[in-house]
């Protein structure tokens, strides 16, 4: 249930401007969300990484529930990406700075998400509210 609330608010993060289109007084809050959306961004690509190596580590949850260990995997790769994505200019300052050839590649992998940022951000609403609702109906022991 904690993934999907993340994958939530990450989401929320993510599409100003669909929530800005909704309720305009939201610009006061995303406003001081801002300078932190860096750190934000890699504290989410770490957990959705976790998440991902996490499904792989319990792939016997594949043959004991197949739903919950799918939906496990496309969140938290919805949430590596998205905090991949807000926080590229922290990582690119801190661990991609002296690699020249790691930060290009890094521009290019942004450049071919930057556009699909919103529909990432809108997919991962879907899939964190559905992860709240799968963790409520299946329950892995």
């Known amino acids: 249930m904690i993934y ?3 994958l939530i608010l990450l989401s929320i993060i993510a599409v100003p401007s669909l929530i800005l289109s909704k309720k305009p007084n939201a610009q006061e809050l995303l406003d001081k969300v801002a300078p932190y959306q860096g750190w934000i961004g890699i504290v989410f690509c770490f957990f959705g990484v976790w998440g ?3 499904a792989f580590l319990n792939m016997g949850w594949l043959t004991a529930a197949p739903i919950w ?3 496990l995997l496309a969140g938290s790769f919805v949430e590596a990406t998205l905090g991949f994505m807000l926080g590229f200019g922290m990582i690119n300052k ?4 002296k690699n020249v050839a790691a930060k290009e590649k890094a521009t290019q992998l942004r450049e071919k998400l930057a556009p699909k940022l919103g529909k990432l951000g809108i997919l991962g609403l879907i899939v964190g509210g559905w992860m709240i609702a799968a963790s409520l109906m299946f329950s892995v022991v």
């Open 4 to 6: 999907g609330i993340s």
């Open 52 to 54: 991902i190596i996490s």
């Open 69 to 71: 260990w799918i939906t």
């Open 94 to 97: 801190l661990l991609l700075s």
